[in-house]
């Protein structure tokens, strides 16, 4: 570490180092970096993740050492459980002073608690430029701390992501509070509470109302919420009625949601043409009522471009049912029904709406005795997007004239748009 550091202090082009798992680097190796760090002003990026040998001392030297740094814009403290409160403390320091670091990842950091989670948090009502936090599986902060954050965001409007993936102690009343701010909040774009044990049917009603407001979320991971049900799926698809900016709505291994919340989501495609990805992967009461239903909102919605499907119990009916509406969706590129319960049935409707669908690019199907006519297929239409169609739209089409063999006629771009959209 020694020799690193001396070689940071001069070097004027590294702009990315990676310490992962370095077990060797410990308090006295973490001081001779940060003392560099003070001096260089190229390196942008470092990952400390893993890095368990570390302690207290040694990220208060790093803290400080931000103080005078201007150009790291991303650090990743992942796994580093010698990172607790006085650390953070020492962080939210820097952070009231430094102005370009933009990504801090403190994901399964199991020793910070609620105070330091609100000296990051009081920082963040000061700091103009950090745009990701992520405190993922950080198990050990609990309602204060979050509490904190939740205030924090009443202030700050740069950060843009945050992830606060099964974090426990988070607790209903603060989930709701912080889905409360998204009404108000216009910087965050994406959230994730995934794996959060809080979040159930009633914290969604709660994220819908907000959602009807919010002009700035365009991805919501709510992944493994085991409490979300139909309930929680239809005051989603409420607030997703109204909303006109969220893309990505992940829902898988939402084990609660069934026909009645794809029913929803189905009335939901019919209206909403902003979401570009739904997961449902793993909701295993999906079956195919839920299938179809979902089935019947692609026939006329033209933004969906990914849906997953994984795991959800559908059968022949439900696969029918989306090769019917994929005969007339001109939107989806990705479509993943691996692990499901359909037969040689249903795949083979699958394959025959791929010779009239010319959008799809991606059918996962897992293993299928069809995988080679697919893969074909699906080859096919990538070319047709990706060289076929700018070919014709860049360049002029001409048509025989009416007059005769002889005398050709562009057809204008208007024409050409209109051909285009029938692909």
Not at 381 to 408: C, F, H, Q, W, Y
Request: proline residues 1%; negative net charge; hydrophobic residues 40%.
């Amino acid at each position: 570490c020694k020799a690193l550091g001396e070689s940071l202090k001069v070097n004027q082009s590294l702009k990315i180092f990676n310490f992962e798992a370095c077990y060797g680097i410990g308090n006295d190796g973490c001081k001779v970096l940060a003392d560099a760090l003070k001096m260089n002003q190229t390196l942008t990026s470092i990952s400390f993740a893993c890095c368990r040998t570390i302690r207290e001392e040694g990220w208060k030297a790093l803290a400080e050492a931000l103080k005078m740094n201007g150009a790291l814009t991303s650090i990743n403290f992942k796994c580093c459980d010698g990172i607790g409160d006085e650390s953070c403390k020492a962080l939210g320091e820097s952070l009231k002073v430094n102005e370009t670091l933009a990504s801090l990842d403190f994901s399964l950091c199991d020793k910070i608690g609620d105070q330091g989670c609100r000296a990051l948090a009081d920082a963040l009502k000061v700091n103009k430029v950090l745009k990701n936090i992520n405190f993922s599986c950080c198990i050990s902060v609990g309602g204060a701390g979050f509490q904190a954050l939740y205030e924090a965001l009443e202030k700050n409007q740069t950060l843009t992501t945050l992830g606060l993936q099964a974090c426990y102690g988070l607790g209903a009343a603060v989930f709701n509070a912080l889905c409360q701010r998204l009404e108000t909040n216009q910087a965050l774009t994406s959230i994730s509470f995934a794996g959060c044990e809080c979040v159930g049917d009633e914290g969604c009603k709660v994220l819908s109302e907000a959602l009807k407001i919010n002009q700035a979320l365009t991805s919501i991971d709510l992944s493994s919420c085991q409490r979300i049900g139909d309930e929680g799926c239809k005051a989603l698809a409420e607030g997703l009625e109204v909303n006109k900016v969220l893309k990505r709505l992940l829902l898988s291994r939402c084990e609660r949601i069934g026909e009645e919340g794809c029913k929803a989501l189905g009335q939901l495609l019919k209206i909403n043409q902003v979401l570009t990805t739904i997961d449902l992967a793993c909701c295993e009461r999906i079956g195919d009522e839920g299938c179809t239903a979902l089935a019947k909102g692609l026939e006329v919605n033209q933004a969906l471009t990914k849906l997953d499907l994984a795991h959800c119990e559908v059968g022949e009916e439900g696969c029918k049912a989306l090769a019917v509406s994929l005969q007339r969706n001109k939107a989806l590129t990705s479509l993943t029904l691996r692990g499901n319960n359909f037969h040689d049935g249903g795949i083979d409707e699958l394959v025959k709406m791929l010779k009239l669908n010319t959008t799809l690019l991606k059918l996962d199907l897992g293993y299928s005795g069809n995988d080679k006519v697919v893969r074909e297929r699906l080859k096919e239409n990538a070319v047709l997007r990706s060289v076929t169609i700018p070919m014709v739209l860049s360049n002029p089409v001409l048509l025989e004239s009416a007059e005769g063999p002889d005398k050709m006629q562009e057809i204008p771009n208007e024409m050409k748009d209109i051909i285009v959209s029938y692909l």
